[in-house]
């Protein structure tokens, strides 16, 4: 029997990557889901009709989840096609690579106001349906780079820094309420944001890797299914590191 059968999941950044692996994980499930994108309506398009062929309902929604208003709008279009978001996965993010002393303000900002402040947009507007209904699963996208720094990411190691930090103190406050809140931190995975890594770095990903190669966006979907799961209500607050064992936390 599948565990999310009448539960609704919103992936943001659903379109490709890690977030089109979070949708297709949780249909298995028979969640159904809204695929929220920002400019790839193609991309989003097809992995809908892949969902569909699964079974499960799935509609996508355009949307910059670093624009408030933007961010209204499409979960007002969400409530209405679904009427509740039960698992809520942030996971639109981009990066802007660049050495701290080169890094110009803009790189700094844009990073911070998709990565962290795109969360906020969203879980602010959905928590309280979730405290409501008495159950919600969020669950935030971070990175390793939160934990061991990274060369050339210091806006993308805060920002991700900043959603460990808000998973922590979000799943206190709400822990009473039956809404878990955890966070992912992937290592390097294979998806357009690792394409636009040099060949070198990523061999040097790979050297520093025991498991010796990037991951699969499949790998991370996975720990997002299980902690989306009803089984997984005792686990709030937690980071579930998946990395090959570049960092053992
Ligand atoms: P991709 O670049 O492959 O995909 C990014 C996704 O986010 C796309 O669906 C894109 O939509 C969407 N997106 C970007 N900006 C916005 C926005 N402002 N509003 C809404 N959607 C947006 O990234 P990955 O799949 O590699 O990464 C997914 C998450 O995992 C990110 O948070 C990333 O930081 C994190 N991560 C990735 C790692 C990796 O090695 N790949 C490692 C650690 C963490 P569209 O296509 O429409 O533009």
Redesign the pocket.
Known sequence: MPDLTGRVALV??????????ICIALAHEKCDIAV??????E??EEVVRELKDMGVRAKAF??????SE?SNNMIESVMSEFGHVDVLV??????RDRSFVKMKPEEWREVL???LN?PFNMTSRLLPQMIERNWGRIVN?????AQMGNFGQSN?AVA?GGLIAFTKTLAREVAAKGVTVNAV??????????AAVPDKVLDVVRQLTPVGR??R?EE?ARAVRFLAAPQASFITGEVINVNGGMYMG
């Open positions: 943001t950044g659903g379109s490709r990557g890690i977030g089109r692996a929220n994108y920002r400019s790839h309506a991309a989003a355009q949307g910059d989840v670093s624009d933007q942030n996971n639109a993010g981009i990066t106001l998709v990565n795109g996208i971070s990175s390793i780079v993308y991700k931190a992937p290592g390097f995975i294979e998806t357009d944001m690792t990037l991951g966006p991370v």
